[in-house]
């Protein structure tokens, strides 16, 4: 009996064969690796414990046109609201601010508001008597003083006239307003006054002056008269010395 040799080999491709020394080669069937099982991996997701208030912006909007502020619009940005237009005055502009910050589910104002340039219109009062002018108001610019103190340089002394109280006001408008009030006695220095105001044609002017105003000349001899009545001599139709010289002073005036 032969005895077979056989030998082992490995092919290409690591399949394993077996080679006899009488006859064709034997072929293994290749092994089958037992499929592996996947576990499927989840990764948790955490999840957002903050939920973001939504501002009620219908609420904003009833809030901001109940302060009455029709120029100031609103913009919302989650719990962001910015304001943007003109308020009347600084005040008004803290006011809205503090009213806006309190609605629910607002965590930030951002003030994009300017107040509104006031638009002041000019106006005087001239207050006049007998020996005195005084001036309050305000006026646009030194200009403007200067005309009422060439207006009553006219009439009065420099010491008479009392204008540092008139006021430049920065913004202000033309004159639409001049008051001339008081009490004189003289008819004369009444119709000074008149005549000095009378360049202010743009704005409508008022002079109360007393009535039964006289000239100048009456209210001199009155005052003359006063410190120095006329006398006589006694039982005589003679004036006194005294009175000679008031007599003279009258002829003067």
Request: glycine content about 6%.
């Given at each position: ?5 056989f ?10 064969r ?21 576990i499927?991996?989840t ?10 208030t ?13 302060a ?9 940005s ?23 910050g ?34 309050t ?22 010491e ?12 202000a ?46 209210l ?13 001599e ?18 003067v005036?």
């Open positions: 009996m032969a005895i077979g040799v030998s082992l080999a490995v092919l290409f491709g690591g399949v394993p077996l080679t006899f020394g009488f006859g064709n080669p034997l072929e293994t069937t290749p092994a089958t690796a037992p499929p592996i099982e996947r499927p991996t990764v948790p997701v955490e999840e957002s414990t903050t939920t973001q939504l501002v009620d912006q219908v609420t904003l909007a009833a809030a901001v046109a109940s009455g502020f029709p120029d100031v619009a609103i913009s919302v989650g719990e962001v609201v910015t304001l943007t237009g003109q308020v009347p005055d600084q005040a008004s502009l803290q006011a809205l601010l503090q009213q806006v309190a609605v629910e589910g607002v965590s930030e104002v951002l003030d994009r508001l300017s107040v509104r340039a006031a638009s002041a219109a000019a106006s005087v009062k001239v207050e006049v008597s007998q020996n005195a002018a005084t001036v108001g305000r006026v646009k610019d030194q200009a403007t003083i200067d005309r009422f103190t060439a207006a009553l340089a006219a009439v009065y002394r420099d008479q006239i009392e204008i540092e109280t008139l006021e430049i006001v920065t913004g408008g033309r004159l639409e307003q001049l008051s001339v009030a008081g009490t004189v006695t003289d008819l004369e220095l009444q119709e000074a006054i008149e005549q000095a105001f009378a360049e202010f044609a743009e704005v409508s002017t008022l002079l109360a002056v007393e009535l039964g105003a006289r000239p100048r000349v009456e001199e001899l009155d005052a003359l008269l006063a410190d120095a009545p006329i006398e006589f006694s039982g005589s139709a003679t004036i006194t010395d005294g009175a000679a010289s008031v007599l003279d002073e009258i002829a005036v």
